[in-house]
Protein backbone atom coordinates (compact mmCIF):
# COMPACT_ATOMS: atom_id res chain seq x y z
CA UNK A 1 0.00 0.00 0.00
CA UNK A 2 1.48 3.24 -0.80
CA UNK A 3 -0.20 6.81 -0.03
CA UNK A 4 1.18 9.45 -2.51
CA UNK A 5 0.70 13.18 -1.52
CA UNK A 6 1.15 16.20 -3.71
CA UNK A 7 0.40 19.55 -4.01
CA UNK A 8 2.04 21.42 -0.90
CA UNK A 9 4.35 24.65 -1.31
CA UNK A 10 4.80 28.16 -0.71
CA UNK A 11 1.88 30.39 -0.05
CA UNK A 12 1.56 34.08 1.20
CA UNK A 13 -1.01 34.46 4.40
CA UNK A 14 -4.40 34.64 2.93
CA UNK A 15 -3.77 32.52 -0.01
CA UNK A 16 -5.01 28.81 -0.69
CA UNK A 17 -3.53 25.24 -1.58
CA UNK A 18 -4.82 21.98 -2.62
CA UNK A 19 -3.85 18.41 -1.17
CA UNK A 20 -3.82 15.67 -2.98
CA UNK A 21 -3.42 11.94 -1.51
CA UNK A 22 -4.18 8.83 -3.88
CA UNK A 23 -3.88 5.30 -2.22
CA UNK A 24 -2.41 2.65 -4.41
CA UNK A 25 -2.01 -1.10 -3.38
CA UNK A 26 -5.59 -1.15 -2.39
CA UNK A 27 -6.62 -4.67 -2.51
CA UNK A 28 -9.60 -3.90 0.88
CA UNK A 29 -11.87 -1.54 2.08
CA UNK A 30 -11.06 1.77 2.51
CA UNK A 31 -13.39 2.99 5.82
CA UNK A 32 -11.59 6.54 5.98
CA UNK A 33 -9.11 8.81 4.59
CA UNK A 34 -7.52 12.24 6.05
CA UNK A 35 -4.90 14.48 6.70
CA UNK A 36 -2.53 15.16 9.78
CA UNK A 37 0.00 17.66 10.45
CA UNK A 38 2.90 17.76 12.45
CA UNK A 39 4.93 21.52 13.34
CA UNK A 40 8.09 21.30 14.57
CA UNK A 41 8.02 20.78 18.48
CA UNK A 42 4.53 20.03 18.36
CA UNK A 43 2.76 16.91 18.06
CA UNK A 44 0.99 15.57 15.28
CA UNK A 45 -2.52 16.59 15.02
CA UNK A 46 -5.82 15.91 13.03
CA UNK A 47 -6.53 18.23 10.29
CA UNK A 48 -9.31 16.44 8.65
CA UNK A 49 -10.66 13.19 8.24
CA UNK A 50 -14.09 12.09 5.48
CA UNK A 51 -14.97 8.63 6.12
CA UNK A 52 -16.05 6.09 3.07
CA UNK A 53 -19.83 6.84 3.63
CA UNK A 54 -18.81 11.12 3.42
CA UNK A 55 -18.98 11.87 7.03
CA UNK A 56 -16.35 14.15 7.64
CA UNK A 57 -14.26 15.89 11.13
CA UNK A 58 -11.96 18.63 11.04
CA UNK A 59 -9.51 19.91 13.92
CA UNK A 60 -10.97 22.65 15.39
CA UNK A 61 -8.07 25.48 14.28
CA UNK A 62 -9.03 24.59 10.32
CA UNK A 63 -12.61 24.43 10.88
CA UNK A 64 -14.22 26.97 8.17
CA UNK A 65 -11.32 27.31 6.36
CA UNK A 66 -10.33 24.27 5.03
CA UNK A 67 -12.89 21.60 3.22
CA UNK A 68 -11.73 17.57 2.80
CA UNK A 69 -13.34 16.01 0.13
CA UNK A 70 -12.89 11.92 -1.55
CA UNK A 71 -13.26 9.61 -4.76
CA UNK A 72 -13.87 6.62 -3.23
CA UNK A 73 -13.34 5.13 -6.98
CA UNK A 74 -10.14 6.63 -7.28
CA UNK A 75 -8.93 6.07 -3.17
CA UNK A 76 -7.73 9.86 -3.85
CA UNK A 77 -8.47 12.42 -0.94
CA UNK A 78 -8.39 16.02 -1.17
CA UNK A 79 -7.35 19.09 1.07
CA UNK A 80 -8.66 21.95 -0.11
CA UNK A 81 -6.96 24.84 2.29
CA UNK A 82 -7.74 28.51 2.16
CA UNK A 83 -7.30 31.66 4.42
CA UNK A 84 -3.98 30.31 5.28
CA UNK A 85 -2.17 31.41 8.28
CA UNK A 86 1.51 30.98 9.04
CA UNK A 87 0.45 29.08 12.01
CA UNK A 88 -0.97 26.34 9.41
CA UNK A 89 2.58 25.99 8.32
CA UNK A 90 3.63 21.92 8.88
CA UNK A 91 4.43 18.73 7.33
CA UNK A 92 1.45 17.44 5.73
CA UNK A 93 0.50 13.43 6.14
CA UNK A 94 -2.03 12.15 4.57
CA UNK A 95 -3.84 9.18 6.33
CA UNK A 96 -5.97 5.69 5.39
CA UNK A 97 -7.70 3.49 7.74
CA UNK A 98 -9.26 0.24 7.28
CA UNK A 99 -11.64 -1.82 9.58
CA UNK A 100 -11.66 -4.77 6.50
CA UNK A 101 -10.22 -8.11 8.64
CA UNK A 102 -8.84 -6.28 11.40
CA UNK A 103 -7.99 -2.42 11.87
CA UNK A 104 -4.93 -0.93 9.88
CA UNK A 105 -3.60 2.27 8.99
CA UNK A 106 -0.95 3.58 6.84
CA UNK A 107 0.58 6.94 5.86
CA UNK A 108 2.21 9.09 3.19
CA UNK A 109 5.31 10.37 3.34
CA UNK A 110 4.29 13.82 3.73
CA UNK A 111 4.29 17.11 1.89
CA UNK A 112 5.65 20.30 3.53
CA UNK A 113 3.51 23.35 3.26
CA UNK A 114 4.76 26.77 4.33
CA UNK A 115 2.69 29.89 4.74
CA UNK A 116 4.63 33.45 4.32
CA UNK A 117 3.55 36.26 6.99
Known amino acids: VQLVESGGGLVQAGGSLRLSCAAS????????MGWYRQAPGKQRELVAA???????NYGDSVKGRFAISGDNAKNTVYLQMNSLKPEDTAVYYC????????????WGQGTQVTVSS
Open 50 to 56: ITSGGRT
Open 95 to 106: NAKTLDMGYREY
Open 25 to 32: GITFRLDA
